[in-house]
T-cell receptor
């Protein structure tokens, strides 16, 4: 897996956009970037993934730089329920292990 | 079922006993993963299967840990001669097969406490 680096914590005001960065400078051409989050004691929850192009779904948007060395997960209107640890992962191949690092603890404040 | 099911949800066992943790993946999912998570830490990879074949067991901490998925569906993670350091949340996940890029769905986990 490509090594990923994320800030340990971030704060965001409720209703504002939360932008979570991830560096993955050693990513190879066929490695996707995945984002998961874990709310308190629940199991990790898939958010979004992408390869080269920016992606958007009902949960978030993923912006990947042209050189693919970094990406940003965007929660457009953060709510208190978005408080969680967010993990950026770049597994070697589809169907292979997901290596969770330390992630970013996002705290959404009222 | 609708999601990944793990049983039991909670298991308390005495040191030295063997335990078996069960994972029932989403129907039709090819890949199945086992993770262990200590309090305040991210999930730690243990092993994964594609169908019945164990593809990667590099995360199993020692030979007391083993896993099987004999028919490519339900999987069992077995810990022999449990030790207190084995206490953790054990999580299972499954994902479908297909082109690059598939999401993994996690179960609620089994909380193992070794006393």
């Amino acid at each position: 897996d490509a090594k990923t680096t994320q800030p340990p914590s971030m704060d965001c005001a409720e209703g504002r956009a939360a932008n979570l960065p991830c560096n993955h400078s050693t990513i190879s051409g066929n490695e996707y970037v995945y984002w998961y989050r874990q709310i308190h004691s629940q199991g990790p929850q898939y958010i979004i993934h992408g390869l080269k192009n920016n992606e958007t779904n009902e949960m978030a948007s993923l912006i990947i730089t042209e050189d693919r060395k970094s990406s940003t997960l965007i929660l457009p209107h953060a709510t208190l329920r978005d408080t969680a640890v967010y993990y950026c992962i770049a597994p070697q191949t589809s169907g292979s292990r997901l290596t969770f690092g330390e992630g970013t603890q996002l705290t959404v404040n009222p | 079922g609708a999601g990944v099911s793990q049983s039991p949800r909670y298991k308390v066992t005495k040191r030295g006993q063997d335990v078996a943790l069960r994972c029932d993946p989403i129907s039709g999912h090819v890949s199945l993963y086992w993770y262990r998570q200590a309090l305040g830490q991210g999930p730690e990879f243990l092993t994964y299967f594609n169908y019945e074949a164990q593809q990667d067991k590099s995360g199993l901490p020692n030979d007391r840990f083993s896993a099987e998925r004999p028919e490519g569906s339900i999987s069992t993670l077995t810990i022999q001669r449990t030790e207190q350091r084995d206490s953790a949340m054990y999580r299972c996940a499954s994902s479908g097969q297909g082109a690059y890029g598939t999401e993994a769905f996690f179960g609620q986990g089994t909380r193992l406490t070794v006393v």
